[in-house]
């Protein structure tokens, strides 16, 4: 074979063995290919939906300026009539008949600028005047021995709602028969001892309105039209230095052991 055609067949064939090697290289630098849109799972958008609407539908009811009255039913007493006030300066308070004394004493719960406020109503189990006994500051949490839980959804656990970094799982809900709104199940996502709000269905209106809560603390329903709000949310009755009213009935102070006379 003639030499030029030797060196023909030498340089082609070292081609021949270069070639595989120099694809495989230019496939390596080629960037991926993105993910085609039928890939994304399309649940979580929803529920990151409900989270969103249900979250501004908190912001405006912490906005929400009014008195309401909403109807209190799914507890041990009977059906009771609860009165929220959400005052122009942002004070608030809620009027909780059978809140405390096991349910014989009427109590008003309110947070004005010089604090955090229970007071006692006139009532079957508490006779007298009204008066107030002061807790704390305005942002402090009312103790869990005189808690009776119903002004929560009207006013820390909006805060809750609004804040995207609290482990809560929110999907639609269907309003029941008679409320008016939207309505969302939240579920808390961590195992906890004191969640931050009880799991349950919340409902509102689309200016913020409250409609509807059912949770642990019983079922809370809006009993009419709300009315508008004070300048500020008055205090039941004067300030007194005195022993707030617990939850627990009070143990009879005149009982005796027995053969005592």
């Given at each position: 074979?003639?030499?030029?055609?030797?060196?023909?067949?030498?340089?082609?064939?070292?081609?021949?063995?270069?070639?595989?090697?120099?694809?495989?290289?230019?496939?390596?630098?080629?960037?991926?290919?993105?993910?085609?849109?039928?890939?994304?799972?399309?649940?979580?958008?929803?529920?990151?939906?409900?989270?969103?609407?249900?979250?501004?539908?908190?912001?405006?009811?912490?906005?929400?300026?009014?008195?309401?009255?909403?109807?209190?039913?799914?507890?041990?007493?009977?059906?009771?009539?609860?009165?929220?006030?959400?005052?122009?300066?942002?004070?608030?308070?809620?009027?909780?008949?059978?809140?405390?004394?096991?349910?014989?004493?009427?109590?008003?719960?309110?947070?004005?600028?010089?604090?955090?406020?229970?007071?006692?109503?006139?009532?079957?189990?508490?006779?007298?005047?009204?008066?107030?006994?002061?807790?704390?500051?305005?942002?402090?949490?009312?103790?869990?021995?005189?808690?009776?839980?119903?002004?929560?959804?009207?006013?820390?656990?909006?805060?809750?709602?609004?804040?995207?970094?609290?482990?809560?799982?929110?999907?639609?809900?269907?309003?029941?028969?008679?409320?008016?709104?939207?309505?969302?199940?939240?579920?808390?996502?961590?195992?906890?001892?004191?969640?931050?709000?009880?799991?349950?269905?919340?409902?509102?209106?689309?200016?913020?309105?409250?409609?509807?809560?059912?949770?642990?603390?019983?079922?809370?329903?809006?009993?009419?039209?709300?009315?508008?709000?004070?300048?500020?949310?008055?205090?039941?009755?004067p300030v007194v230095n005195a022993e707030p009213l617990g939850l627990e009935a009070p143990t009879p102070s005149g009982s005796t052991g027995a053969g005592t006379s």
């Amino acid at each position: 074979m003639p030499a030029h055609l030797r060196a023909t067949c030498r340089s082609t064939g070292v081609l021949v063995l270069l070639l595989p090697a120099l694809l495989t290289a230019c496939t390596a630098d080629r960037p991926a290919p993105p993910p085609t849109a039928g890939s994304a799972d399309p649940a979580p958008a929803e529920v990151d939906a409900a989270r969103d609407e249900l979250a501004a539908l908190a912001a405006a009811a912490r906005d929400r300026h009014l008195t309401a009255r909403y109807t209190l039913t799914g507890t041990d007493g009977p059906t009771r009539d609860v009165t929220v006030t959400s005052a122009a300066d942002g004070t608030w308070r809620v009027d909780v008949p059978g809140g405390a004394l096991g349910g014989t004493a009427d109590v008003s719960l309110a947070a004005t600028a010089d604090g955090l406020f229970q007071c006692g109503l006139p009532s079957a189990g508490r006779p007298e005047a009204a008066s107030c006994v002061r807790l704390g500051d305005r942002d402090d949490a009312v103790p869990r021995r005189l808690d009776p839980r119903v002004q929560h959804p009207f006013t820390d656990w909006l805060e809750v709602l609004t804040d995207r970094r609290t482990p809560l799982a929110v999907s639609p809900a269907t309003a029941p028969a008679g409320v008016a709104g939207t309505c969302y199940a939240v579920e808390t996502t961590s195992a906890s001892l004191n969640p931050p709000l009880d799991v349950g269905i919340y409902c509102y209106e689309p200016d913020g309105t409250p409609t509807y809560v059912r949770a642990a603390l019983g079922t809370l329903t809006l009993a009419g039209p709300p009315g508008p709000a004070p300048a500020t949310a008055p205090l039941a009755g004067p300030v007194v230095n005195a022993e707030p009213l617990g939850l627990e009935a009070p143990t009879p102070s005149g009982s005796t052991g027995a053969g005592t006379s």
